[in-house]
C-alpha cells in the first residue's frame, strides 16, 4: 500500500506561481508511474500531468501545457508540480496518484491508478 501527501496549495492570484509536492510512504517511487489531477467542485477529475518512471517523459493536456511541469526526485520519494501563470479556471483541489509499472510509459487515465493522496487546495483568484 503506497500513501502519497500532497502539500504547497494555497490561495494565490492570477499569473503567480505554486509548486505541488507529492511524498510517497512507499521505500521507493521509481517502480511507479506518477500522476497530478485535479477536481473543481461539480465536475469530474481531469488529468492535468504524468510522468514516467525515470522522469524521461512526461505528458499534459493543452489547458496546462507550457504552463505547468511535472518532475520527480525518486530518491526523495517526491513527485512535484511546478505552476506558472496560474489562472482562476485552475482553482480545483489537486491530487497526487501512482500506479506499479513495469514500463517506462506514462499513464493518462484516472482509471489506471491505485494509489491516490488526499489532495491539496489550489484557489486562483482573478
Known amino acids: 500500500q503506497v500513501q502519497l501527501v500532497e502539500s504547497g496549495g494555497g490561495l494565490v492570484q492570477a499569473g503567480d506561481s505554486l509548486r505541488l509536492s507529492c511524498t510517497a510512504s512507499e521505500r521507493t517511487i521509481s517502480n511507479y508511474a506518477m500522476g497530478w489531477f485535479r477536481q473543481a467542485p461539480g465536475k469530474e477529475r481531469e488529468f492535468v500531468a504524468a510522468i514516467s518512471r525515470s522522469g524521461k517523459a512526461t505528458t499534459y493536456p493543452d489547458s496546462v501545457k507550457g504552463r505547468f511541469t511535472i518532475s520527480r526526485d525518486n530518491a526523495k520519494n517526491t513527485v512535484y508540480l511546478q505552476m506558472n501563470s496560474l489562472k482562476p479556471e485552475d482553482t480545483a483541489l489537486y491530487y497526487c496518484?501512482?500506479?506499479?509499472?513495469?514500463?517506462?510509459?506514462?499513464?493518462?487515465?484516472?482509471?489506471?491508478?491505485?494509489?491516490w493522496g488526499q489532495g491539496t487546495q489550489v484557489t486562483v483568484s482573478s
Open positions: 496518484a501512482a500506479k506499479f509499472s513495469l514500463l517506462d510509459g506514462m499513464v493518462t487515465d484516472k482509471n489506471e491508478y491505485a494509489f
